[in-house]
């Protein structure tokens, strides 16, 4: 009955924030943009006392049921868009951000153990990203984003860590009986780490990226003593100077760096050092080997570059923490996935910018991939002659693919067209190599010793 209560309670707060936001709107003139926030920081704030108003975690998923269908109904039924969605609706651009804000409060309250494992997140979904968001629309002067890439201003960046890090410092304070020098620690990795995705995030995916990152932030560190945390951000650091050199040294944007520097950061928590190395790899060598021609770093590669090289390989080792029963395949999938990218990108390199034939382009990129990542992949996981050999044919496999998209679409461009080939031809072969080897396991034993 109390949840209810709590439920009907939400529903009618929220809905007196959506009024309450278009007629400031219309009294004081406020941008879509302003409106917006207004309602974001309400429904955030209402969210923040949902670990002391609810009992149940069904509830908050019912709830989140009937809010998402109501936003639905907001976003298809004009009369409803026009009248009190406007304020929510308003912006000029494409945004899924008021779904994602619901899916996420949902999430994190379904996998919270502890009040404030839900508040620092929310609250940095709340807080950081609303004012952030308001500073640099409003003082924003010096842009990091390439322009085919979303604006994002260094002011809104250095105020979302100065709220984020509040944001976590405040609760862990409070709430928690984590020793200062720990507190501090973590609440500069969120800070840091909450704007960095922020600057990458796109059509409103910051509502749901930001609260499970942060969320993900505090589970890994909150248990592990100062060493351990230390010892993360000390891999921060590590990776930071990396991403430094390769931006130097390549035709990488700012954005590609700090999407880099995440996927770093989740590989390394969610894997562990051995499950580093293969992006490492490729990360390190994509661009020499030849080393680049200034024409080749004219042709700047945006953020998209580093997702299309590292979708498929997060994609495993997500499956491998719900699948732990296949780890020891899935990390051999996920290195899999970089030699394969490795491969289809020397090979579009020295054919479209260094005028090799496609026989020597080939052979050279299958060498690098080899060598790089499919040897020291043979000696960490342990290969046994069938999986080696399996292993092997896929990254020759998948060259014919690279020779077709070669053919089809212009290299020498970046473009939506060659990004999709890659990820597709990686994905598919990745997909079946996976799928044959967990039928030799069930079927003829494990064959592996990874590890």
């Not at 250095?158 to 410092?169: E, T």
């Not at 990458?200 to 910051?206: R, S």
Request: net charge positive; glycine share 6%.
């Amino acid at each position: 009955m109390s949840d209810l209560l709590a439920s009907v309670g939400v529903m009618g707060a929220l809905g007196a924030s959506m009024l309450l936001a278009k007629l400031l709107s219309k009294h004081f003139s406020l941008s879509a943009e302003w409106s917006r926030k207004i309602i974001h920081i309400a429904m955030g704030c209402i969210a923040l006392t949902f670990p002391f108003i609810f009992q149940n975690r069904l509830s908050v998923l019912v709830l989140g049921v009937i809010s998402i269908v109501i936003l639905l109904l907001l976003r298809n039924i004009k009369a409803l868009r026009e009248g009190i969605g406007k304020t929510l609706l308003g912006v000029g651009r494409k945004s899924f951000g008021e779904i994602y804000f619901v899916i996420s409060i949902v999430a994190i309250f379904w996998f919270h153990q502890s009040p404030f494992e839900f508040i620092i997140p929310i609250a940095v979904l709340t807080f950081a990203d609303s004012i952030a968001a308001l500073v640099g629309i409003s003082y924003g002067r010096h842009s990091i984003a390439h322009p085919r890439e979303d604006h994002k201003s260094s002011e809104g960046s250095v105020m979302f860590f100065v709220v984020a890090f509040f944001c976590a410092l405040i609760p862990l304070q409070l709430m928690t009986e984590i020793g200062r020098a720990e507190v501090l620690v973590i609440s500069g990795l969120v800070g840091l780490l909450a704007a960095l995705v922020e600057m990458v995030a796109k059509n409103g995916n910051d509502n749901l990226l930001l609260p499970l990152f942060t969320y993900n932030i505090i589970r890994h560190n909150i248990y592990q003593p100062l060493d351990g945390i230390l010892l993360d951000l000390s891999a921060m650091v590590f990776f930071f100077a990396v991403c430094i050199v390769v931006y130097k040294a390549t035709n990488l944007t700012k954005l590609s760096v700090v999407y880099s520097l995440l996927t770093a950061y989740l590989v390394m928590i969610l894997g562990g050092i051995i499950w580093i190395l293969p992006p490492l790899a490729l990360f390190l060598t994509f661009g020499i080997l030849p080393n680049m021609k200034q024409s080749e770093k004219d042709m700047t590669q945006d953020y998209r570059a580093i997702e299309t090289n590292s979708i498929i390989g997060i994609i495993c080792l997500s499956a491998s923490v719900f699948l732990p029963q296949y780890r020891e395949i899935l990390y051999l999938s996920f290195s899999l996935s970089f030699a394969c990218h490795l491969a289809i990108n020397t090979y579009s390199r020295l054919l479209n910018f260094f005028n090799l034939s496609k026989g020597l382009s080939a052979f050279v990129g299958l060498v690098k991939a080899v060598v790089f990542i499919a040897l020291p992949a043979y000696f960490l996981a342990n290969m046994n002659q069938l999986t080696l050999i399996l292993y092997l044919s896929t990254i020759v496999l998948v060259m014919p693919a690279a020779i077709f998209a070669n053919s089809v679409y212009d290299y020498t461009k970046v473009g939506e067209e060659t990004f999709r080939a890659n990820k597709v031809a990686v994905g598919t072969y990745v997909g079946i190599f996976t799928v044959v080897m967990i039928i030799i396991l069930e079927f003829g034993g494990n064959g592996n010793g990874i590890y």
